[in-house]
């Protein structure tokens, strides 16, 4: 196979006949990705909406907190390199925090994130944030049982106090579809400057699918809450993903100068609460509560 590079966003994985593969299709609602012109004329609109929204935080000394989720290669950065192309970085930044310090080790969980709160007027961006406890850590045996059960009980009491201090919390989900995920993980090993992103731990996730599926069907169940509920994405078309997680965002707000007609209302076939976007191997009843799962449950391979 060989990757084609002539869209920047979205390079094509060819076969040896020079077929395109169209993994992205899978349990997608639309045939045809968006096309450039169309994503760049509502991507323009959306990041001008953006540009008031952050104005708005400014002015009115808000505190906004985003968090951006999701398996491997489903589009999280590149989303977050949309959303921030335009904005003032004196009042929005981007937190992607590596691994812990042995410091940070022996502090409590959430304590390292709490340092990157905004203040009042400020919009923070995470690159991933504390739920690598309830995803990465899980599955890859990162953490203790104690230390993630601990985490499912302590995070929504975490995110009301956040809420209720007035931080104006967004929690999204980016959904890819299995085989999307390893035909981007075949394009990142092709290309030089995507190279970077194929970490270790995503080579030996390849086969813990339905263990990552567990544990984001037991993260919903415990944290899709009333005051902080999950927004998912679906991102096999990375284009429409990015401008649809945009109006997610813009909807939810009342700020100055707002255009309704640009803004409108995200499409329910791309965005949309946990229990109605759904991945393979889930389903409605998965996500009504039950017990929480041992770590050795999780499926097969879960131990490095």
């Known amino acids: 196979m060989r990757a084609e590079f002539t869209d920047e966003d979205e390079p094509v994985l060819l076969r040896a006949d020079g077929s395109e593969v169209d993994t992205w299709r899978e349990n997608y609602p639309f045939?045809?990705?968006m096309t450039r012109p169309e994503y760049e004329r509502v991507k323009r609109l959306l990041q001008i909406e953006l540009l008031k929204l952050q104005y708005w935080v400014a002015g009115t000394g808000q505190r906004m907190v985003i968090l951006f989720e999701g398996r491997?290669?489903?589009g999280k950065g590149g989303t977050i390199k949309r959303f921030t192309e335009h904005l003032d970085p004196r009042g929005a930044r981007t937190v992607a925090l590596g691994r812990p310090?042995?410091?940070?080790q022996g502090e409590w969980y959430f304590q390292r994130y709490v340092r990157h709160l905004p203040t009042a007027g400020e919009i923070v961006l995470f690159d991933r944030s504390w739920y690598n406890r309830a995803g990465v850590e899980r599955v890859m045996d990162y953490c203790t049982d104690e230390q993630y059960e601990r985490f499912m009980?302590?995070?929504p009491t975490f995110e009301q106090m956040l809420v209720d201090d007035g931080i104006l919390?967004?929690?999204l989900w980016f959904s890819v579809s299995r085989k999307e995920q390893r035909t981007r993980f075949v394009i990142r090993q092709l290309d030089p400057v995507r190279q970077w992103k194929l970490s270790p731990n995503d080579i030996r996730s390849l086969d813990r699918w339905d263990a990552y599926t567990q544990a984001k069907v037991t993260m919903f169940?415990?944290?899709d809450t009333e005051v902080a509920p999950w927004t998912v994405v679906k991102?096999?078309?990375k284009k429409r993903a990015r401008v649809e997680a945009m109006r997610s965002v813009l909807a939810r707000f009342d700020y100055e100068d707002k255009d309704p007609e640009v803004v409108g209302e995200p499409d329910p076939r791309i965005v949309g609460a946990a229990a109605t976007l759904l991945e393979e191997g889930e389903d409605e009843t998965t996500l009504s509560p039950t017990p929480l799962a041992p770590a050795d449950e999780l499926g097969?391979?879960?131990?490095p």
């Open 31 to 33: 045939q045809e990705r």
């Open 72 to 74: 491997d290669a489903a």
């Open 101 to 104: 310090s042995e410091r940070e």
């Open 153 to 155: 009980r302590q995070v």
């Open 169 to 171: 919390l967004v929690k």
């Open 221 to 223: 169940r415990e944290t």
């Open 235 to 237: 991102s096999n078309d």
């Open 300 to 303: 097969p391979g879960l131990h």
